[in-house]
């Protein structure tokens, strides 16, 4: 019999023991909380189960495999129910419900994949290095698997053909998601080693132009009413799109500072108002009557239709001729280079140009991770911020004056600089000219 109680001076031991052979090996032990005969039959059993998967592995890797439920402590987690779990894991940031979205609509698409293509997959910890690569590959070569894409806005039902032709950042943003939804769940799932562990794509895509001086002074010239103060408070701050349109009336501290947090990333901003956008914001404040967003209609649209202002922004400019799109290299779809947020890029170029120190515009920006945005914020503190920035030229008017009329150190040091090149004769003109303007 493979299972009996000891005999002892005093009787028999309450428990059962086991003992048995398997390909020539003795295994025995206590039959652990068992007290009837069935029970213990059956905890044999299993372990007799156990014993001879064991001697039928041929490798590590297929011990590792067959028994990494055992080895980890996982349990079963299905592909449909795994972005739920992952959603529900705590971690110092939560995406917001927009970014959510995204990322679900991602996972479903690998998981729609995995259902057409390998059916019998239904567990996270049976999703192999293949199935990772073969699924990356679809997306790189074919685009989503889903060509029908359904969303809702509004509680109204939307929908669109994907694109056959997916962007390197856009695949990576895919294998991204998915590769954090393992990773979050590897414990969990009993997951050994992360399928989607392997070299993303280069990023080949567009990035956004900045507007040049001539493009800058003609759309100054311009401006209708729905793109002014988009290209005002754009131009004076480097906020985004979502930002712009969604700034509150409480972000702007004692009419000298807007002090808000990037939708995008939540990294703390601290912008000084420069005089233009000054008198904007006085002149919009008479209109935005009791909104709590100074730009009332923007506001709106962009929690409606988003890409709305998008659309009526870049109409805007390409009705000043103002090229907006460009075919890369390889590609057969146009990505689009100048929009609203060309205006952040333009910002930074423009204060690259005036030579501010790269700490400043970063803090401005909010192009930081937390460990740099601690670093960079101890060095960019508001007297910086305002003395750097009023170096900025003012679009909106003179393109050739400063934003700050009070920082003239700065014009002086220019021209200086350039009359120490000028001849004896354009120097003779100068000082003439200088004396015609005297009092």
Known sequence: MSIRKRKMKVGETAEYHYEFMQNGKRYYGVCEGCSTKPAALA???????????LSEQKSLGALVENFKQEL?????????DAFDLYIAKPRRKQPSVQQQNINLSQWRDFVAFMTAKYPDIQQLDKVTRQHAETYIQQLREKGRFVRKIVYQRNSVEHSYDALSQ???RTVNAFHKTLKSVFSKLQEDAGIIYNPFDFDMMNNDSESRDAFTPAELKLIGKNLNEFVRPIFIIGICTGLSEGDICTLRWDDIRDERWIVRKRRKTGTPLEIPILPPLARFLHEQKSLALESEYVLT???AMYQKNPSGISYRFKSFLKELGIMTTRIAKGRNRASSVKDIHSLRHTFAYIAGCYQIPLPVVQS??????????????????????EKYLSQMPDFLGNANSPLLDTN??????QLIQKLQTLSIDKLNKVAEFTESLLP
């Open 43 to 53: 905890y044999e059993k299993n372990v007799r189960e156990t014993a001879k998967k």
């Open 72 to 80: 980890t402590g996982g349990s079963k987690i299905t592909l449909a």
């Open 166 to 168: 997916l962007s390197g």
């Open 297 to 299: 209609e923007h506001a």
């Open 364 to 385: 401005v920006l909010g192009h930081m991770s937390p460990e740099m945005t601690k670093h960079y914020q101890a060095h960019a503190d508001r007297k910086a911020k």
């Open 408 to 413: 003239d150190k700065h014009i002086r040091e």
